[in-house]
């Protein structure tokens, strides 16, 4: 079994069935790409993996426990984070200070220190975030206002984010979208160097093929919510069913 273990999962939004039957594991400390044509669902699985959809029907289990039902911030305590397709992050603070907010939690409406080990006291905060921006080459950006920096400069610092908060499995979703090439390339880089550093798996969404080969170890192949091909990118490069979805041509 995988740490993640997609069963049966359904989804429609009144006449569209965005996701029918798919089923995916995905093997632990790997990256697993999800890649196919728009409209194919991708997304909408990413969200029922992180507590903003709940599928109609299905399982959806993260090293032997539910997902579902649980709110977003209860499955990042689980040990998932999720990048975005657009950076998320606090564009008016300072890239030192954005590295410093995931060691925090608001339950009850107040901000408290987050479980992380390393983490106890104010002391450890700033000692942490300097670490984190040290493992993404960073910290002479430290000072400087997170929205004035490039897209790919932004795209790292909301890795290390969601690093920081020391994740079992990190979900990306289109990581390299609208990013020069060279920012691309740095970004691949980047995530070559977390998988060989880290005990962590990866799953990642990309339209990017030079990204997806890059990268991954396992590729599913989706069309029309609805799993077509799982395999090594080696096998998956001219598939006859990849070459139907993406480009419509007859097996």
């Given amino acids: 079994m995988g740490i993640l273990e997609i069963k049966n999962v359904g989804k429609r939004f009144g006449g569209l069935q965005a996701l029918s039957n798919v089923n995916l594991s995905v093997a632990e400390n790997t990256v697993h790409a999800i890649i196919g044509p728009n409209g194919a669902g991708k997304s909408t699985l990413l969200n029922c993996l992180v507590g903003k959809l709940i599928p109609d029907s299905g399982s959806v289990m993260f090293d032997g426990q539910s997902v579902l039902g649980r709110a977003p911030y209860e499955i990042n305590q689980m040990g998932i984070s999720r990048v975005f397709q657009t950076p998320e992050i606090f564009g008016d603070l300072t890239v030192m200070e954005n590295m410093m907010i995931p060691c925090f939690a ?3 409406g107040a901000f408290e220190l987050n479980a992380l080990p390393s983490v106890r006291n104010q002391k450890d ?3 942490h975030a300097m670490h ?3 493992e993404m080459r960073m910290a ?3 000072h400087m206002h997170a929205a004035a920096m490039s897209r790919g400069d932004k795209r790292r610092l909301e890795i290390g984010m969601c690093l920081s908060q020391e994740p079992r499995l990190l979900l990306l979703d289109e990581p390299t979208a609208g990013m020069a090439r060279a920012d691309t390339n740095n970004t691949i880089d980047l995530l070559k160097q977390i998988k060989e550093e880290r005990d962590i ?4 969404i990309e339209h990017d093929m ?4 890059s990268l991954a170890d396992r590729i599913t192949v989706l069309a029309q919510g609805t799993p077509l091909v799982e395999d090594s990118p080696e096998k998956i490069k001219g598939h006859p069913k990849v070459r139907e979805a993406y480009l419509g041509e007859s097996a």
């Avoid at 798996?201 to 990642?204: L, Y």
């Avoid at 030079?210 to 080969?213: A, M, S």
């Fill in 106 to 108: 608001k339950r009850d």
């Fill in 125 to 127: 905060v700033v000692e």
């Fill in 201 to 204: 798996t990866i799953a990642i």
């Fill in 132 to 134: 984190m921006l040290e």
């Fill in 140 to 142: 002479d950006k430290r």
């Fill in 210 to 213: 030079h990204v997806v080969f």
